[in-house]
């Protein structure tokens, strides 16, 4: 079985500063994670994944996450906010089990961004 | 390469009507999975058909079923509608093989509402 835990359904940052989501999961076997985000009125689009090797991945929009397997954790950041960043944030996880790749969502954040 | 493509993007029905909503998968993807977004319950999974053939399915009734052509289109269909089956119905189309099978891709979404 996989779940997947976001601490804190909003998250208000100013402009500028340190944006932190994070995300825990659980997983019975080496999972696969990933984070989404989704602007309003569209559908979900892929920032970063980690499957396997280096913990540090890189996404797109200067977005960044680390896989720290002892924390079961999979926190996004980035080191400055910007306005066009407020949106909903959702982590997954992902174990392959007799061939399915269906991934568990957890609830989302919605990240807020003050000028 | 065009991305997931869902139709129609909005749509309004009656309570007891049905409705197909449809799924165009991103080329040589052959797996299309179904999830339903609603601000109460989250993203939650509906089912997932690969080659044809139902692989997986969520926790859903039965008023809520699927298919896949041998093009990998699929289509959703939600018979004896009800007030709660609105929601945002997401698509999502990945490869399903290999180490980056898993990562699945999101159609922009159709916006159900019943009346």
């Known amino acids: 079985a996989q779940s997947v835990t976001q601490l804190g359904s909003h998250v208000s940052v100013s402009e500028g500063a340190l944006v932190l989501l994070r995300c825990n999961y659980s997983s019975s076997v080496p999972p696969y994670l990933f984070w989404y985000v989704q602007y309003p009125n569209q559908g979900l689009q892929l920032l970063l994944k980690?499957?396997?090797?280096?913990?540090l991945v890189k996404g797109i929009n200067g977005f960044e996450a680390e896989f720290k397997k002892s924390e079961t954790s999979f926190h996004l950041t980035k080191p400055s906010a910007h306005m066009s960043d407020a949106a909903e944030y959702f982590c997954a996880v992902s174990s392959p089990t007799r061939g399915s790749y269906i991934p568990t969502f957890g609830r989302g954040t919605s990240l807020i961004v003050h000028p | 390469k065009a991305g997931v493509t869902q139709t129609p993007r909005y749509l309004i029905k009656t309570r007891g009507q049905q409705v197909t909503l449809s799924c165009s998968p991103i080329s040589g993807h052959r797996s299309v999975s179904w999830y339903q977004q609603t601000p109460g319950q989250g993203l939650q999974f509906l089912f997932e058909y690969f080659s044809e053939t139902q692989r997986n399915k969520g926790n859903f009734p039965g008023r809520f079923s699927g298919r896949q052509f041998s093009n990998s289109r699929s289509e959703m269909n939600v018979s004896t509608l009800e007030l709660g089956d609105s929601a945002l119905y997401l698509c999502?189309?990945?490869?399903?093989?290999?180490?980056?099978?898993?990562?699945?891709?999101f159609g922009e979404g159709s916006w159900l509402t019943v009346v």
């Open positions: 980690y499957t396997t090797g280096a913990t």
């Open positions: 999502a189309s990945s490869l399903a093989t290999g180490a980056s099978g898993n990562t699945i891709y």
